[in-house]
């Protein structure tokens, strides 16, 4: 490890190949915590090279449990995290509302480290329990078109890196490659990630994986569909920028989006949005993003069809059902 930071600290970068050496060992505890957090703190100084995410994704693939969808067709919704927004669990909302309009959803995540509620801490909270016993994950998925894999279950190797990321408290790379390796790797993935240039490799990533994909930042800093504002949206074909007002929705104010400071808060605002008694800004979000999720599946229908699908999912209360079976 020495003699890779010393080349870091000289501004050299890694090579695809060495990047996925240097994880491996840090998996393998071959460096002890002071150098593993050197070695991150490298990369909040400088940006990380497309070559060296690769590498990063590289390892945690070969080293995380897999799970055999057996060529069923299924979709992530993943953020970054890491945009310090401290909004609602929209992602995860999102993927149950996508499970309610019918299809089938492998939902990647964790707990917050540079938010307070993360996906994981939310679902926990609300009865979920977690598994990474693969014929459990394809009941759940024809029970209730959902299933959560719990990043700490299928990454036992990152138990070396939690403490450090956890004194650190910001976002690090870990954040950029935890959407990169669903251990699924499901066959259509939306992405929100924290800035421009993450989602410029992000699309490198996947066009190089042959995949399905969407890839959302919203260029006042979310990474979801926030409708405060103009977001960016990367897929297989194209490159655009679209506003609140082109997908029919209300242009809202950050306020709107808090998703509170504790669990118990995360999982009232988690239960009023199933329920249909949320605000009307969560629900305007929640169906932006699902929408979203839906038009990746379907790219031959219009993304305001999908939106209402979306709309649709939650109004009939199908997502709540969905939700009711995954964690009953």
Do not use: W
């Amino acid at each position: 490890m020495k003699e890779i930071l010393s080349r870091l600290y000289e501004h050299e970068r890694l090579s695809r190949e060495e990047a996925r050496e240097a994880l491996l060992n840090i998996s393998h505890g071959r460096y002890n915590h002071i150098q593993v957090a050197s070695f991150i703190t490298v990369f909040l100084m400088r940006s990380i090279s497309i070559q060296e995410l690769q590498g990063f994704r590289d390892a945690l693939l070969e080293l995380c449990v897999p799970v055999n969808l057996n060529g069923m067709e299924a979709i992530d919704i993943v953020g970054t995290g890491g945009d310090s927004k401290n909004t609602f669990n929209v992602s995860t909302l999102s993927a149950v509302v996508v499970a309610g309009a019918g299809h089938k959803v492998a939902k990647h995540g964790s707990y917050g480290v540079s938010s307070a509620v993360g996906s994981s801490n939310v679902l926990m909270a609300l009865g979920y329990e977690f598994t990474n016993d693969e014929s459990e994950l394809r009941r759940q998925l024809d029970r209730s078109n959902i299933c959560f894999l719990h990043a700490p279950l299928f990454h036992p190797a990152m138990k070396e890196v939690v403490p450090v990321r956890k004194q650190l408290g910001m976002k690090t790379f870990f954040n950029m490659l935890g959407p990169l390796v669903n251990p699924a790797q499901p066959s259509h993935q939306l992405f929100g990630t924290f800035s421009q240039e993450l989602a410029r490799m992000y699309q490198y990533v996947m066009q190089e994986t042959g995949r399905r994909f969407a890839i959302v930042y919203s260029l006042d800093g979310y990474d979801e569909i926030s409708l405060t504002g103009p977001f960016k949206l990367r897929t297989n074909e194209r490159d655009t920028i679209l506003t609140p007002e082109e997908l029919g929705k209300p242009k809202l104010q950050h306020g709107d989006l808090y998703g509170g400071e504790t669990e118990e808060e995360a999982a009232t605002i988690f239960r009023n949005v199933l329920n249909n008694e949320g605000s009307p800004a969560q629900f305007e979000v929640v169906t932006a993003n699902a929408g979203l999720a839906i038009h990746c599946l379907k790219p031959e229908q219009s993304l305001e069809d999908c939106i209402e699908e979306a709309k649709e999912s939650l109004l009939s209360r199908r997502a709540l059902k969905a939700f009711q079976n995954l964690v009953n």
